[in-house]
Structures are given as C-alpha cells and as structure tokens.
C-alpha cells in the first residue's frame, strides 16, 4: 500500500505563542515540521538558530513545500538592537531563502498594528484596501513584510499570504492588558483558531500571487476586521471568542 509522502513546512518563531500553536496544528494534521527558533522548540524537529544567519535560514528550507514565518521581536522595542535584526534582517534573509529554495507556499505574519488609528477610530470593518496608519516602528517593520510578501509573489509565483493577526496574548500580563483595552476583544486570536487558520494557509488551493487577510477570533462585539476575504479564500471560520482559551499553554 503506497501513502502519500510527507509534507514538510518550516515554522520559524516556533518556540513562541503562535508558533507552537501553529506546530501543534500542522504535526496533527500529519505535516514534517522543521521548528526553526533561537530557543529550543517543543514540538517537531527542532532547529536552533538565529534568523541573522542567512546560510542557517537557506539551509532549512531547501526541499520545503510551505514556509510559515513567524520569527520577529512581536511589538514595539529598542529599534536597533531588536527590530532591525529580528523584523528586517530576518525577514530579508527569509524571502531570498525562500526565494533559493522555490518554496511554493509562504506564510507571513503582518500585524492589525498597521491600522492602528482605524481600529479606534473606525471605519469599521476594517478592510484589507484601507488605507495604512501603522502604529509605531513595529508597525512599520510589517509594512515592510507586506511590501516582501507582494515582490516575492511577483518575482516567484509563489502563493505568499500576508496575515494581518489578531490579538494573541502571550503571558498573563499581557491577557489581563487585552481584557483591559478598547479593541482587544474584538480583535482577540485564540491559540486555537491561529492554529487552524495556519492549517488552512498551507493547505488550502490558493491562486499564485499576494494576498493580504485578516485573521481573528470571532468578534466580542464589534466587528472590528473584514474576515470575509480570509473565509473565502482559504474556507476557514474561526470558533472561539474572548477569553477562551486565552491562557491555554502559558507558563504560570
Ligand atoms: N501574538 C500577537 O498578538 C501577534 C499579533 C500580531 C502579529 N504577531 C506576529 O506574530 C509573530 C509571532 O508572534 P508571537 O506572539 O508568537 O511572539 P513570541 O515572542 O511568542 O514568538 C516569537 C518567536 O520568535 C523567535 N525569534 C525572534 N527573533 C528571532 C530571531 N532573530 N531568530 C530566531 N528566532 C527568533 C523568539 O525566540 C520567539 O520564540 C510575530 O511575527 C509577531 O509580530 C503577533
């Protein structure tokens, strides 16, 4: 009896909140993961290394069939020391690997944090095509990705998904601050639904090309972001709703 051969995807950032979410997802579903993270990661075949090392980035992923970039210092920070090497360093070493290697699929992780003033001040839903207002040097640092993710597309015909995520906390400090904010809970992304939205970015047939979606959790109340593209695009519905399962995984 023949079974198909085993997919792989590179995870970087996978020792961090969304990535193990993320590894956890795609080794049920049956998928090689190559955790790519500077910290040891828990689940699938762990590879420690830091972005800034262009060879270690190429190395693992040659031969892969779909990459989920992660990796990056997840909020604003010393711009120098974190941002520049993490956010930018990282990501350029990561697109020309994944260029190299003719990765099919590659997964970004954007930020709402690009609309920053829109998510108090509204038009919402906010759509995909509004204008930008990002929040700070973070912020800009996912623009940046966004604008890689677009030449990527272009250059390779490749499949590049640009995913503006929602909220996921990554401490208890950090849900109490959620619980606490005007948009968190409309915006909040449980480990779970990041999870299977990553699923579906890998395996779902998408068109050659960029596309930029918004992924979160069902809204609190306010439909905060436009989740009608991602549903089409990759047949994907979140299930869960602030707080569940918020505190799920973390330390403490
Ligand atoms: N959690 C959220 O609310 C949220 C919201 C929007 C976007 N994002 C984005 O999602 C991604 C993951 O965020 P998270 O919340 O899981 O963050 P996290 O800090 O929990 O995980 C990030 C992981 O990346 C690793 N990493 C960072 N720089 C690295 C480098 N130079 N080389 C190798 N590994 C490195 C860290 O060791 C860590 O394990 C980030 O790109 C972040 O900007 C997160």
Same mark, same amino acid.
């Given at each position: 009896m023949? =079974?198909?051969? #085993? ?12 990535? %193990?979410?993320?590894?956890r997802?795609? +080794?049920?579903?049956?998928?090689? @993961?190559?955790?790519?993270? %500077?910290?040891?990661s828990?689940?699938?075949?762990s590879?420690?290394?830091? +972005?800034?090392?262009a060879?270690?980035?190429?190395? @693992?992923? #040659?031969g ?8 990056a210092?997840?909020?604003d920070?010393?711009?120098a020391?974190? +941002?520049?090497?993490?956010n930018l +360093?990282?990501?350029?070493? $990561?697109?020309?690997?994944? !260029?190299?290697?003719a990765? &099919? ?5 954007? =930020?709402? #944090?690009?609309?920053?003033?829109q #998510?108090?001040?509204?038009p919402?839903?906010?759509?995909v /095509?509004? &204008? ?9 640092? !996912?623009?940046?990705?966004e604008a ?5 597309a ?5 499949? $590049?998904?640009?995913? %503006?995520? /929602?909220?996921c ?20 992304? =449980? ?5 299977t939205?990553f699923a ?5 047939? $998408?068109?050659a090309?960029?596309?930029? $979606?918004?992924?979160? =959790? ?12 991602? !549903? !089409? ?20």
């Amino acid at each position: 009896m023949s =079974s198909s051969p #085993q997919r792989t995807v590179v995870v970087t950032g996978s020792a961090g909140r969304l990535g %193990r979410a993320a590894c956890r997802e795609l +080794l049920a579903r049956g998928w090689h @993961v190559r955790a790519f993270d %500077r910290c040891p990661s828990p689940a699938g075949e762990s590879i420690v290394a830091d +972005l800034a090392d262009a060879a270690a980035v190429a190395a @693992v992923l #040659q031969g892969a069939d779909a990459l989920v970039h992660l990796a990056a210092t997840p909020d604003d920070d010393d711009f120098a020391a974190r +941002l520049l090497p993490d956010n930018l +360093l990282g990501l350029h070493n $990561v697109i020309e690997g994944a !260029k190299a290697a003719a990765v &099919p699929r590659v997964i970004l992780a954007s =930020s709402g #944090q690009v609309n920053f003033v829109q #998510q108090y001040e509204g038009p919402w839903p906010i759509r995909v /095509g509004d &204008p930008l207002t990002p929040r700070g040097w973070y912020a800009i640092t !996912k623009v940046a990705l966004e604008a890689a993710g677009q030449i990527h597309a272009r250059v390779t015909g490749a499949a $590049v998904i640009s995913v %503006r995520l /929602g909220w996921c906390p990554r401490d208890r400090a950090h849900a109490d601050e959620l619980g606490a904010s005007f948009h968190g809970p409309h915006c909040y992304l =449980s480990p779970r639904d990041a999870g299977t939205f990553f699923a579906a970015a890998v395996e779902h047939p $998408v068109p050659a090309g960029h596309h930029i $979606v918004y992924a979160t =959790s069902r809204p609190a109340e306010i439909e905060m972001v436009d989740l009608e593209p991602t !549903k !089409k695009l990759l047949d994907w519905e979140p299930l869960d709703r602030w707080p569940e399962g918020a505190t799920d995984d973390l330390p403490g």
